[in-house]
């Protein structure tokens, strides 16, 4: 059974530029929560996405949007990028809204130059 | 919002010996706090989690004890292998509308030296 997984694994862009991650929940789970670590950090909440529906969005600003597809895939978009944006990207999936194992992906190393 | 301050943020101990990583939170609403262990370039992987309404939880060489009180828990790991060096991260969240948003510490470094 496939775990959590993201697209791309790596990507490169300018300042200003526009970038969309993409992540496949766990079969059957119904919740995508989107985290930003930057090195030597730990992860930080984007969003989270239960039922295709906005349950929580973390301190970022409006430049960051998410969406969930009637499958339970996932789409992080990030506009006007800026150098402090370069990050680790992780995806974490779970069953239910609340309550149950949090599983990740392997995350999307960007990089803006 | 929450806080959740971790410490060491590095810990370098001999193999056979036992690991100790502290953190505290602020939000008392918090009810469930879990451990991560991150290998480098990979992804976080829960180790072991506790909900406050237990005190404690083992699962072979790891345990986490909770003190609602003082708002503190901690990851104990005994008899470290070289395998357990990694970057271990503790997390707070509590729960709002079926919503889990959890706040990390920032890390703490295990090296294991053979």
């Known amino acids: 059974d496939a775990g959590v997984t993201q697209s791309p694994t790596h990507l490169i862009k300018t300042r200003g530029q526009h970038v969309t991650l993409r992540c496949s929940p766990i079969?059957?789970?119904?919740?995508v929560s989107w985290y930003q670590q930057v090195l030597g950090q730990g992860p930080q909440f984007i969003f989270q996405?239960?039922?295709?529906?906005?349950?929580g969005r973390g301190n970022f600003p409006d430049r960051f949007s998410a969406r969930q597809f009637p499958n339970y895939s996932s789409e992080l978009n990030v506009n006007a990028l800026l150098l402090g944006d370069s990050a680790l990207y992780l995806c974490?999936?779970?069953?239910?809204?609340?309550?149950?194992?949090?599983?990740f992906g392997p995350g999307t190393r960007l990089t803006v130059l | 919002g929450e806080n959740v301050e971790q410490h060491p943020s590095t810990l370098s101990v001999q193999e056979g010996d036992s690991a100790v990583i502290k953190c505290t939170y602020s939000?008392?609403?918090?009810?469930?706090f879990p451990w991560y262990k991150q290998e480098l370039g990979k992804r976080p992987q829960l180790i072991i989690d506790?909900?406050?309404?237990?005190g404690e939880k083992k699962d072979q060489r790891i345990a986490v004890t909770l003190n609602k009180t003082a708002k503190h828990f901690s990851l104990h790991i005994t008899e470290t292998q070289p395998e357990d060096s990694a970057v271990y991260f503790c997390?707070?969240?509590?729960?709002?509308?079926?919503?889990?948003?959890?706040?990390f510490g920032r890390g703490t470094s295990l090296i294991v030296h053979p």
């Open positions: 974490a999936s779970r069953n239910r809204g609340y309550g149950d194992e949090q599983f």
């Open positions: 079969s059957g789970h119904k919740s």
């Open positions: 996405y239960y039922e295709k529906e906005e349950r």
């Open positions: 939000d008392s609403a918090s009810n469930y």
């Open positions: 506790i909900r406050s309404n237990v």
């Open positions: 997390a707070a969240s509590g729960t709002s509308g079926g919503s889990y948003i959890p706040t």
